[in-house]
């Protein structure tokens, strides 16, 4: 990526003025959401390793580098939108961010929204976890009524001949 384009993170910014001096190893991330707008940068710019570096202990040992990179060039990185903050700070030593990362897959918009957890560990700015943020499932409180089952409405039809003609 060019120093002069946008960067991927969508803060407005120059990437050679934004996260592209964070991915070089110029420059540390002085805050949790600048290194979490690296990390989508990373991906964005197929920088995988970079991910791996700026990740926890734990996260290191959960880390794949050819799943992560698959994932990364299969998608097309359209934009990050930072939701909230919480620490994270240059005098902090834990934050959150909670953000929503948006990419095209086989011409489809997705949207993957996560608050991620960061921590100092030896004086930088770490990912520690992420909670992927949505809709809750819908859970069925009776079994699901199948096609050929007897009709609830107890008329003695199938489902499928009955009620469920429509459904």
Not at 123 to 152: M, V
Request: proline residues 4%; charged residues 30%; neutral net charge.
């Amino acid at each position: 990526m060019n120093d002069t384009e946008l960067c991927p993170c969508a803060s407005g910014r120059k990437y050679g003025a934004c996260c592209g001096p964070i991915l070089s190893g110029a420059k540390k991330a002085l805050t949790a959401e600048a290194l979490m707008r690296a990390r989508y940068s990373a991906y964005a710019t197929l920088q995988v390793d970079f991910l791996y570096e700026s990740s926890g202990p734990q996260a290191r040992k959960e880390f794949d580098r050819e799943t992560c990179l698959g994932w990364a060039k299969s998608a097309e990185w359209t934009g990050l939108e930072v939701l909230e903050s919480e620490g994270g700070g240059e005098g902090d030593d834990t934050g959150t961010v909670s953000f929503e990362a948006k990419y095209t897959v086989q011409g489809k918009e997705c949207v993957h929204r996560e608050k991620a957890q960061f921590a100092r560990v030896d004086g930088e700015w770490r990912f520690i976890d992420g909670a992927i943020e949505g809709h809750t499932p819908l859970h069925r409180q009776e079994p699901k009524i199948g096609r050929n089952d007897p009709c609830p409405c107890g008329s003695g039809k199938k489902y499928k001949k009955c009620c469920g003609r429509n459904a």
